[in-house]
């Protein structure tokens, strides 16, 4: 039995998904807060035939969770993650962690993202401050505090150890498992007038790439090369009868 062609298409598969996610953040290098896609590989084993052969597998997608460089702004609306932690936001589809700490106020004082939803404080309740009441000041611990007078504060939430998470819009993340209020804000803290860019590394996803397209190339070739000797191989019997 051959298992040339199903190993190569194996790698093909795995390689195409890889694609995928390096042509998605590329497309997000310039987004703020966006977290990159990886693909984690293994092989899979086969016993069908008489010998052992190794399918790569299609690959386990995850986001990662390594942070992206801050950028001094000086907008007092503006606020970044130092540390580990999310911030979180109420969209039509629930309760989103996002990095994009970049905010608005609505016309009733209400913190909101660009895209209109609502920054949330540990509580899961919407932020509001005093449209008129003068600069904003927002402490490591997120505390809110507008012409000395304390508001609330922006709620920072750290993601469960072992937790999966799914993509929720651009910049935003869903975890599988509840999400922890941080309470600890030496490790994880607000920092005000910057923003998190992506965290994805330009230079390194063209040179995985580059390398990603070469492996797809070399497998559709070993398909080729496969399928010549198999024909060379029903055209030397058939010439033998």
Do not use: C, W
């Not at 995928?20 to 953040?25: E, L, M």
């Not at 969770?65 to 993650?81: H, I, K, Q, S, Y």
């Not at 509580?123 to 401050?129: C, K, R, S, V």
């Amino acid at each position: 039995m051959q298992t040339t062609l199903p190993v190569a298409l194996s790698a093909q598969l795995a390689m195409e998904k890889r694609l995928d996610t390096i042509a998605n953040n590329l497309a997000n290098v310039g987004t703020a807060g966006f977290r990159s896609e990886e693909v984690k590989f293994e092989s899979v084993l086969s016993r069908a035939s008489a010998r052992t052969v190794a399918f790569a597998s299609e690959g386990q997608q995850y986001i990662s969770t390594r942070a992206g460089a801050l950028t001094e702004t000086g907008n007092p609306l503006d606020m970044a993650v130092a540390g580990e932690a999310f911030f979180a936001i109420q969209t039509p589809k629930g309760t989103v962690y996002t990095r994009d700490g970049r905010m608005q106020m609505s016309d009733a004082g209400e913190l909101k993202t660009v895209n209109g939803e609502s920054f949330l404080d540990v509580g899961g309740a919407p932020i509001l401050i005093d449209p008129n009441g003068g600069p904003v000041h927002i402490a490591h611990d997120g505390m809110i505090t507008q012409a000395g007078a304390q508001l609330g504060a922006v709620g920072l939430f750290k993601m469960p150890v072992g937790a999966n998470l799914s993509r929720a819009g651009t910049s935003g993340v869903v975890p599988d498992a509840p999400a922890q209020p941080v309470i600890d804000f030496n490790e994880d803290r607000v920092a005000q007038g910057f923003v998190e860019g992506s965290n994805v590394n330009p230079i390194l996803e063209m040179t995985r790439l580059i390398e990603v397209q070469r492996v797809f190339e070399q497998a559709a070739n070993m398909i080729q090369t496969s399928e010549n000797s198999l024909n060379d191989a029903v055209t030397q019997l058939g010439a033998s009868k």
